[in-house]
């Protein structure tokens, strides 16, 4: 099957058995991933920034930024979250470069990730104790739901660390 993502890393061609299928349409796990997340970061962006950004100007910066400076789509996204969760006044698509770079969202970012990696190992330590065969898990399109009212006190980064 032809994966349908355009910034496909796998050379474009995917297996049925390990394709994510949407409506007629194929991707590599990843790859939709990547695509569902570079949806979200737009959605977030018109809900927390901009209703009526102009899309291209938006795009031209988050494909910069994932596809030339390596970002990880899950970090903008989560970046993103996390300075308009700190009461961040964004104004243009560009100030998506100073919010990629925030030391705080970057620390957080690697926490919950530090977090989510001992979670699977321990999954997969059950899952061996059960023997359940591994490599059967669901897929697992982040849950990551963009909010849009402002939080405050302690708790406010409880939701983004959970
Ligand atoms: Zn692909």
Redesign the pocket.
Known sequence: MK?R?SH???G?E?SKEEAVHVGNMY??KD?FQEKSNIDQIIELYKTRVDPDPIIPALRKVINDLIFKKGFDSGYVLYALQYCMDNGWNLRYPAGMYYVVKNDSAKAAWDNKKRIASKKEFQREQADILNDKPTGMLDLEVDSFTPTNKPRSGTNRFSSILR
């Open positions: 994966c993502w496909c890393k796998h474009g995917v991707y590599h790859c």
